[in-house]
Structures are given as C-alpha cells and as structure tokens.
C-alpha cells in the first residue's frame, strides 16, 4: 500500500510558476514509477508526466513538454512537478500516482493521491 498526498496547488496568474509536490508513505517509493494526472473542468482526467524509480528517465505529455519538469527525491519519498508559463488551459485538480511500469493510461496506476487544485487566471 502507498499513501499518496499533494501539496503546492493555488491560484497564480498566466506567466507565473508554481512547484507541486506529492508525498509518499507506506510501501518502498522508491519501487515504483510516479506519474502527474490532471482533470480540467468538464474533461476526462489526462496523463501529464511520469518519472522512473530512479529519476534517469522522464516522460511527458506534448502539452506540457518544455514547461514542466517532474522529478523525484526518493529519501524524501516524494516527487515534484514544477510547472512553468502556465496558461489557463493548464486550470485543473493534478493528481499524483504510483504504478509498477511506465505507462501514461491511469488505469496502470494503482495509486493515487486526492489531488490538489490548480487555477490560473488570465
């Protein structure tokens, strides 16, 4: 079992940045590969970016490539998504998840955090 909590959403203006940050507990972290979802208002939930178990090899949807950088402190039992020039389109609840192998479908993630809220005004 992993217990999964986001931290580091808000409300920022377009342009700005803001850090996401997501904790692990419970099982070994470091074991599995962590993935970022979001859920825009009214639109199916999306995969954003993933990382290995090590942090070497990263993964990321083309809408946020360039922008977004997620990574990953396993002595902390926590990864990050640091989000830069962010649009509205980027308003939306970001989750964090763990999965066994590097998959960009949500239904290869078994766990999951309760999401933080993210919104940017224009």
């Known amino acids: 079992q992993v217990q999964l909590l986001e931290s580091g959403g808000g409300l920022v203006q377009a342009g700005a940045s803001l850090r996401l940050s997501c904790a692990a507990s419970?099982?070994?972290?470091?074991?599995?590969?962590m993935g970022w979802f979001r859920r825009a208002p009214g639109k199916e939930r999306e995969f954003v970016a993933s990382?290995?178990?090590?942090?070497?090899?990263?993964v990321y949807a083309n809408s946020v490539k360039g922008r977004f950088a997620i990574s990953r402190d396993n002595a902390k039992n926590t990864v990050y998504l640091q989000m830069n020039s962010l649009s509205t389109e980027d308003t939306a609840v970001y989750y964090c998840a763990a999965a066994r192998r590097s998959v960009r479908v949500a239904t290869g993630y078994d766990y999951w955090g309760q999401g933080t809220q993210v919104t940017v005004s224009s």
């Open positions: 419970g099982s070994t972290f470091s074991s599995y590969v």
């Open positions: 990382v290995n178990w090590s942090g070497s090899s990263t």
